[in-house]
């Protein structure tokens, strides 16, 4: 691997740096006495390696000096992933081979962290599974490749961070986002400045003020995969009873009039969820609000619906991406993450949510009129 080429490298380099050094040093000390010759020459042997990272002469220290910049360069963070290139997935395995037990799986385009080589197996941890899969299933330092799987993220590091339209604090501000919201880069290639992506557009953030990292999707583990086919099965069964009840109770429901006042939750479940917060839409968007009818930030307002519901959720798009339990497939009353921005899907292709304080609280289709993060479900 890389690692080790680099590691052979900086060995050679320091082994051929100290042949040189110390041949330098026992001519110059050649003519000392025998006895006391080993403790000087060793004290000035150190004194010139010292000097070889900071006084360059006679073409040895510059040489040591190139030798360990090399050794020491910057790891890139894509170096020790390997990303899963097959059909489904790849079983993880307790052991390096066939006969290992399956303890998780790493699906197509997931990532895993490289510890260690065992013939043709790596041994790899991915989220929560630590094990091992056949090299010939993941493809590994291919930064490009991990690049296009992952996400790079700015976290914000301060109490609210202004989104300019240009990489400059005298340009204007495009939105506002608050202390560890989560944002999607798109462009780091401006000096001190990160290009984001949030609900107004893609705007720039200032270096000193956000925190950069890279996320992946990871491995499933056996515990997790049963858990999640556990959850699919029961909501297939509420959703067929709340059919059902739907149905017997269409003929005799009963339509109220129209009075411009809002009424409270009716039923359970994401339906309910959904039909709630639709009445809302015209309302304002408020910076750090929390009120459906006086005005809300996007995460105040579906903190709020779902308030109504005795759920209590988080006052941060970010931390509502983790909220819940993560589903592929939109129902209503779900909870739909972005870059900076969550909603609340109703159903047909379509999210309510409080969108920018020029649109207030709003109606958008299609529902992946931005990249979507995350799909988080509740009921």
Same mark, same amino acid.
């Given at each position: +691997?890389?690692?080790?080429? *680099? ?17 330098? &040093?026992?001519?110059? !000390?050649a ?7 080993p403790?000087? +020459? ?13 006084t ?11 030798c ?7 790891k890139s963070?894509?170096?020790?992933i ?22 998780? *799986?790493?699906?197509?385009? &997931?990532?895993?962290?490289v ?21 010939e ?20 590091e301060?109490?609210t ?14 939105? +506002? ?15 001190g ?9 893609e ?5 000193? !003020?956000?925190? *950069? ?15 999640r ?9 509420a ?7 739907? &149905?017997?109770?269409?003929s005799?429901?009963? &339509? ?18 959904a ?44 931390? +509502? ?5 993560g ?24 999210i ?28």
């Amino acid at each position: +691997m890389n690692r080790n080429r *680099k590691h052979l490298r900086f060995a050679v380099c320091c082994a051929a740096a100290a042949i040189t050094l110390g041949a330098a &040093s026992t001519a110059v !000390y050649a003519d000392m006495p025998v006895a006391g010759a080993p403790a000087v +020459m060793a004290i000035a042997l150190e004194d010139e390696i010292k000097n070889a990272f900071t006084t360059p002469s006679a073409g040895i220290s510059l040489n040591l000096v190139d030798c360990v910049s090399a050794a020491e360069e910057k790891k890139s963070e894509y170096e020790d992933i390997a990303i899963a290139q097959v059909d489904n997935f790849v079983n993880v395995r307790d052991a390096a081979g066939e006969e290992g037990n399956v303890v998780g *799986k790493l699906y197509n385009n &997931s990532a895993a962290t490289v510890e260690a080589t065992e013939g043709d197996w790596y041994k790899i941890t991915s989220g929560n599974v630590t094990g091992y899969v056949k090299s010939e299933f993941v493809v590994c330092g291919d930064e490009e490749l991990a690049k296009q799987v992952s996400r790079r993220i700015a976290t914000v590091e301060t109490e609210t961070l202004f989104v300019r339209t240009e990489p400059t604090t005298e340009s204007d501000v495009l939105g +506002m986002v608050p202390d560890q919201e989560e944002l999607t880069v798109t462009d780091e290639s401006v000096d001190g400045w990160t290009k984001v992506s949030i609900e107004e557009g893609e705007g720039y953030v200032s270096n000193d !003020y956000v925190n *950069k990292s890279v996320e992946f999707v990871t491995a499933e583990s056996k515990e997790e995969e049963e858990a999640r086919l556990a959850r699919e099965e029961a909501e297939r069964k509420a959703a067929a009873e709340a059919a059902e009840k739907a &149905s017997a109770s269409k003929s005799t429901k009963s &339509s109220s009039g129209s009075s411009g006042k809002t009424s409270s939750p009716g039923g359970s479940g994401g339906s309910a969820v959904a039909n709630y917060a639709c009445q809302f839409v015209g309302n304002p968007y408020v910076y750090g609000g929390t009120s459906l009818t006086n005005g809300a930030d996007c995460s105040g307002f579906v903190m709020s619906v779902y308030a109504a519901f005795g759920v209590g959720l988080p006052h941060s798009s970010a931390a +509502m991406c983790g909220v819940g339990y993560g589903v592929s497939d939109m129902q209503p009353g779900d909870i739909i993450c972005y870059s900076g921005h969550v909603g609340i899907y109703i159903g047909n292709n379509t999210i309510v949510h409080a969108s920018t304080p020029s649109g207030g609280i709003k109606y958008t289709s299609p529902v992946n009129y931005r990249p979507i993060i995350a799909i988080r479900r509740i009921f």
